[in-house]
């Protein structure tokens, strides 16, 4: 299994990235994907979260109207738009894979992508 992220880097204020998760080893279509961010002395946060049907959930208050959560079944891949990226934002951020199967949660990582926000 591997969830593999990509796109992370130094942009400034105002600026936009995309990241991207490549999945392998699990049957991609049938998890739950989420993106979180880890800010530096702080807890893992849920940012963004889209079921296997493609249903988004609500965003977390501090992405609402800014980041865009997809993702592409048939490539095993979720992306992260992120526009207009302001100084809160940096961390580094992770893919996650959820599923539950007979009341048993599985769960996988990615390795993380950092996101550093400077002028």
């Known amino acids: 299994v591997q969830l593999v992220e990509s796109g992370g880097g130094l942009v400034q204020p105002g600026g936009s990235l995309r990241l991207s998760c490549a999945a392998s080893g699990f049957s991609f279509s049938s998890y739950v994907m989420s993106w979180y961010r880890q800010a530096p002395g702080k807890e893992r946060e849920l940012v963004a979260r889209?079921?296997?049907?493609?249903?988004?959930?609500p965003y977390a208050d501090s992405v609402k109207g800014r980041f865009t959560i997809s993702r592409d079944n048939g490539n095993a891949m979720v992306y992260l738009q992120m526009n207009s990226l302001k100084p809160e934002d940096p961390g580094v951020y992770y893919c996650?894979?959820?599923?539950?199967?007979?009341?048993?949660?599985?769960?996988?990582w990615g390795q993380g992508t950092r996101v550093t926000v400077s002028s």
């Open positions: 996650n894979a959820r599923r539950t199967i007979g009341g048993r949660e599985i769960a996988y």
């Open positions: 889209i079921s296997s049907g493609g249903d988004i959930s």
